[in-house]
């Protein structure tokens, strides 16, 4: 699945709100006829966006998949969109299956001519960033460590080891691109590391607090979120 997370309270199903969850499970129970619980990949929070979200859900009705595709289409908000639809066999399961997640964050400088339309999926930022002391935060995070620091801290997450396979920074012209891919992520873990690793490449955090912070768990005051509306779920790998 595709969706533009401006108009969402994130993936999750949320009472009185309007979720990318949410639209799917009653599109569904309108095509379907049947009460329906549709399982994600991982939840995305609001405003946040995704090209290659996968989602599972079991159903009586015999309809082939690409049918289910062509009116789940039909009947989403333009927003969200189906890209690829397949039966899958019992034991597959949207989150536990995945290996890998690939995701993805923009920053564009602003006052750039086109920020209207940036300001939708990129965060407009108003200082030069050292893309070098980015990139040693990157080698910094490559590996298998307690992101506990770049997380939200939920109490009730027992185990917060990630292992990240890649990370790095990339500029073009006025925009710089974050992407990193991991086994598995904390909630606010890649919005809190680009918060992090902006303050190092600013000058307002020093690189050996940055590597402490990784290497010693805990609360870290420059660890703030980056924007929300900057990030998108490219890819989970099965």
């Known amino acids: 699945?595709?969706?533009?997370?401006?108009?969402?309270?994130?993936?999750?199903?949320?009472?009185?709100?309007?979720t990318v969850q949410g639209c799917l499970e009653q599109a569904l129970e309108k095509l379907l006829g049947e009460k329906m619980r549709v399982t994600?990949?991982?939840?995305?929070?609001a405003g946040v966006h995704a090209l290659g979200q996968a989602a599972h859900f079991d159903t009586t009705r015999p309809l082939p998949a690409e049918v289910i595709q062509r009116a789940l289409n039909a009947t989403l908000p333009p927003d969200i969109r189906v890209r690829e639809a397949a039966e899958a066999p019992e034991s597959f399961h949207a989150r536990f299956s995945a290996l890998r997640k690939l995701y993805r964050y923009r920053i564009a400088r602003r006052g750039l001519p086109a920020e209207p339309f940036l300001s939708r999926d990129h965060w407009l930022y108003n200082?030069?960033?050292?893309l070098g002391l980015l990139e040693k935060?990157?080698?910094?995070?490559?590996?298998?460590?307690?992101?506990?620091?770049?997380?939200?801290?939920?109490?009730?997450?027992?185990?917060?080891l990630c292992r990240v396979y890649q990370a790095h920074w990339e500029k073009e012209a006025d925009e710089l691109t974050f992407e990193i891919t991991a086994n598995r992520f904390l909630r606010g873990m890649v919005r809190m590391l680009v918060g992090a690793t902006t303050a190092v490449a600013e000058g307002r955090a020093d690189l050996e607090e940055f590597r402490e912070a990784l290497d010693r768990p805990g609360r870290w005051l420059k660890a703030v979120?980056?924007?929300?509306?900057?990030?998108?779920l490219v890819e989970v790998q099965y």
């Open 225 to 232: 979120p980056a924007p929300a509306q900057g990030l998108i």
């Open 1 to 18: 699945m595709a969706y533009d997370g401006t108009g969402y309270s994130g993936w999750q199903l949320q009472p009185g709100k309007a």
């Open 127 to 130: 200082f030069d960033l050292d």
């Open 40 to 45: 994600g990949a991982g939840r995305t929070d």
């Open 137 to 160: 935060c990157c080698g910094l995070i490559a590996g298998e460590h307690d992101f506990f620091t770049f997380s939200k801290q939920e109490g009730a997450r027992k185990n917060h």
